[in-house]
Nanobody, 121 residues
Framework: QVQLVESGGGLVQAGGSLRLSCAAS????????MNWYRQAPGKQRELVAA????????YADSVKGRFTISRSGAKNTVVYLQMNSLKPEDTAVYYCNADTSTATGVHVGYWGQGTQVTVSS
């Protein structure tokens, strides 16, 4: 079983920056993408940023130009989300997700426990 552990959340003023980290407990095989999601109170969980196994990145329109997803570590076991120019509407619990496939092509997702990001105005 893969465990994902997020860190780096906290309280920051609008305009500030935070860097979130997500570390996997072991090498993850057959990764399709590593993703960052967020969920604000009373809202659905939304995809914020994704990085594919080939290194392609995608971002939600609301964070384009402000957030950057990257990865490092052996077998890309650490994923980061650099968040700049933070806005109060970025306040949410941020979750790391690993989208993998089994040998038969079934998608299996792993989730971290989440880290709170609060942006004050």
């Amino acid at each position: 079983q893969v465990q994902l552990v997020e860190s780096g959340g906290g309280l920051v003023q609008a305009g500030g920056s935070l860097r979130l980290s997500c570390a996997a407990s072991r090498t993850i095989f057959n990764i399709n993408a590593m993703n960052w999601y967020r969920q604000a109170p009373g809202k659905q969980r939304e995809l914020v940023a994704a990085i594919s196994s080939g290194g392609s990145t995608n971002y939600a329109d609301s964070v384009k130009g402000r957030f950057t997803i990257s990865r490092s570590g052996a077998k890309n076991t650490v994923v980061y989300l650099q968040m700049n120019s933070l806005k109060p509407e970025d306040t949410a619990v941020y979750y790391c997700n690993a989208d993998t496939s089994t040998a038969t092509g079934v998608h299996v997702g792993y989730w971290g426990q989440g880290t709170q990001v609060t942006v004050s105005s």
